[in-house]
């Protein structure tokens, strides 16, 4: 149900969108009126409260691809039904108005004192507000149609349920809640909830993911089942929620600052002009909760580089002179006042380094996905003073080009040409079960014909000669064996190993492993491995 309002505006004036409030029918409207159940209401309120009630699911449920309920109603009969409480809602006693499933109906509109008490309506419509908050418990009505259940409405993680009938509410309505729920979506700067502890507050996200995405009205019901079958991860999926898309542009949208351009601005119905997030000042490092965003003021620190490093996320970097970098993993740029290479920085190693200019004072936005991110911002008085264990020149003379990166970051399953694997599907890495996942570059799976018995292999090659300890560790009988890298694992499973999916990872920056799992052999594995980088580093 949608929380109180501190200050509900019952007096009419706004003009609202047509589909919104759309004539219902006489036939429709007698039928309503004659049906209203509850406390007794002038004949002019429960005419306008049908009226509102059959515009509002006739364009809701269209908008959302689902059949519209049934517009014609009798108690206990699967259309809506609309009754005047005597009390107040015992569980939100400060709520106008909530959606209820009884008998056959999934859409009983309940509307307590706090609003029909004060209800005044002007020119047959309800005034801006109470039309607001019974579009949302609309919104909760086409919820349940799909979930079949009022329990599932309350289990269900308030994100989901309040979150996306607010969005939906307000986007029906066309204009924003008194007051709005933009700025806790902003605020507080750090640390920023996750999205899965929101409720109203989502807002931000779903319009977010709208603004990257496209319009979530043709994927919402789908979400809603997708909830029901996969939990929280499936709806935010369905949504594309989870793309690589939303998360790199999470972070800047919170600065909403509309001279900077997207990603560094935020987008939606009903969104307060100004509003932002006000950032921390003086954060090098630290974490974020899974699902979250944060803007860091001007890092300090002393020397001419800065290398950020984000695990987890991304990080993105902006100045006031319009200097920008997005989608950082790990980023070196270069802050000297007095000067910054012209193109490249040089390492002890002859390898050379890019290093962009951005100013002495920026503005650092970094983001997670399904997993807590971890980042941390350093300063060096040259590239050879960055420690070799993070080091950009310290690559193992890779051959790969940053254009095949990126290509590759695109197709991953391109590498599992020639046949290698027949039934190679691209996925995003945040879809996977595998918990180092990187939320960057590329992830292709593919289904054995056989069960995955005691014989499962499990090998690794990395691309960047950094072994993949975490992950052979967790099987008996684990050892080294020779491969592309530094070091290649490879471990034999006892018993049968359930849940475990094959799949190629492929590394396309420090923190990524080319892995191949599902071989017949360590030597079949590794070979594979070899191919797949051979390409990467042809292209």
């Known amino acids: 149900m949608l929380a109180a309002l501190a200050s509900l505006i019952l007096a009419a004036g706004l003009i609202l969108t047509p589909a919104s409030r759309a004539a219902p029918t006489a036939a429709q409207l007698a039928n309503c009126t004659a049906n209203v159940t509850g406390v007794a209401q002038p004949a002019a309120v429960k005419r306008v409260f049908c009226s509102e009630m059959v515009a509002g699911l006739s364009s809701i449920g269209a908008r959302l691809g689902l059949p519209v309920i049934p517009l014609t109603s009798t108690p206990g009969a699967d259309g809506f039904q609309i009754e005047f409480d005597s009390s107040a809602d015992p569980a939100e006693p400060t709520a106008e108005a909530g959606a209820e499933f009884r008998g056959a109906s999934p859409c009983l509109m309940v509307v307590f004192p706090r609003m029909w008490k004060s209800l005044k309506p002007a020119g047959g419509r309800l005034a801006a507000m109470a039309h607001l908050i019974l579009l949302?418990?609309?919104?909760?009505?086409?919820?349940?149609?799909?979930?079949?259940?009022?329990?599932?409405?309350?289990?269900?993680?308030?994100?989901?349920?309040?979150?996306?009938?607010?969005?939906?509410?307000?986007?029906?309505?066309?204009?924003?809640?008194?007051?709005?729920?933009?700025?806790?979506?902003?605020?507080?700067?750090?640390?920023?909830?996750?999205?899965?502890?929101?409720?109203?507050?989502?807002?931000?996200?779903?319009?977010?993911?709208?603004?990257?995405?496209?319009?979530?009205?043709?994927?919402?019901?789908?979400?809603?089942?997708?909830?029901?079958?996969?939990?929280?991860?499936?709806?935010?999926?369905?949504?594309?929620?989870?793309?690589?898309?939303?998360?790199?542009?999470?972070?800047?949208?919170?600065?909403?600052?509309?001279?900077?351009?997207?990603?560094?601005?935020?987008?939606?119905?009903?969104?307060?002009?100004?509003?932002?997030?006000?950032?921390?000042?003086?954060?090098?490092?630290?974490?974020?909760?899974?699902?979250?965003?944060?803007?860091?003021?001007?890092?300090?620190?002393?020397?001419?580089?800065?290398?950020?490093?984000?695990?987890?996320?991304?990080?993105?970097?902006?100045?006031?002179?319009?200097?920008?970098?997005?989608?950082?993993?790990?980023?070196?740029?270069?802050?000297?006042?007095?000067?910054?290479?012209?193109?490249?920085?040089?390492?002890?190693?002859?390898?050379?380094?890019?290093?962009?200019?951005?100013?002495?004072?920026?503005?650092?936005?970094?983001?997670?996905?399904?997993?807590?991110?971890?980042?941390?911002?350093?300063?060096?008085?040259?590239?050879?003073?960055?420690?070799?264990?993070?080091?950009?020149?310290?690559?193992?003379?890779?051959?790969?080009?940053?254009?095949?990166?990126t290509r590759f970051a695109e197709d991953p399953c391109e590498l599992l040409s020639n046949g290698d694997w027949d039934t190679a599907t691209g996925i995003e890495p945040a879809e996977s079960n595998v918990a180092l996942a990187s939320p960057q570059g590329g992830l292709c799976e593919w289904q054995l014909s056989e069960p995955v018995e005691t014989d499962f292999l499990l090998g690794q090659a990395a691309i960047q000669e950094r072994p993949w300890l975490e992950l052979a560790g967790g099987y008996q009988g684990a050892q080294a064996v020779g491969g592309l890298g530094e070091q290649a694992f490879c471990a034999t499973g006892h018993g049968p190993v359930q849940g475990l999916v094959p799949a190629l990872y492929i590394e396309l920056n420090s923190d990524w492993y080319l892995g191949v799992s599902g071989g017949s052999s360590c030597a079949a594995v590794t070979l594979l491995g070899q191919r797949a980088y051979a390409r990467v580093a042809a292209a």
């Open 136 to 405: 949302h418990e609309i919104v909760h009505c086409y919820q349940g149609v799909v979930w079949g259940s009022e329990e599932i409405d309350k289990t269900a993680p308030r994100f989901i349920a309040e979150g996306s009938a607010e969005y939906l509410g307000v986007e029906a309505a066309g204009y924003g809640d008194t007051p709005s729920w933009w700025p806790p979506w902003f605020n507080p700067a750090s640390p920023q909830p996750s999205l899965l502890t929101r409720s109203y507050d989502a807002i931000g996200w779903y319009a977010l993911v709208a603004q990257v995405e496209g319009s979530l009205w043709p994927r919402m019901a789908g979400a809603w089942r997708s909830f029901l079958t996969g939990g929280a991860s499936a709806f935010i999926h369905a949504l594309g929620g989870d793309s690589k898309g939303v998360e790199t542009a999470w972070g800047p949208s919170l600065a909403n600052n509309p001279g900077w351009g997207s990603p560094w601005v935020s987008r939606g119905v009903g969104l307060p002009h100004g509003a932002h997030s006000a950032g921390v000042f003086g954060r090098v490092g630290g974490e974020l909760p899974a699902w979250s965003g944060e803007l860091d003021q001007d890092p300090p620190g002393s020397g001419r580089l800065v290398l950020v490093r984000v695990s987890g996320g991304y990080g993105a970097v902006h100045d006031a002179s319009g200097h920008k970098l997005t989608g950082i993993v790990d980023q070196l740029f270069c802050t000297d006042p007095r000067g910054c290479p012209v193109k490249d920085e040089t390492c002890h190693n002859g390898t050379s380094i890019t290093v962009p200019r951005v100013d002495g004072k920026y503005l650092l936005a970094v983001s997670s996905g399904a997993t807590e991110a971890h980042f941390s911002v350093g300063r060096y008085s040259n590239v050879n003073s960055i420690p070799a264990d993070i080091s950009p020149c310290e690559n193992g003379g890779s051959p790969i080009a940053k254009s095949a990166l």
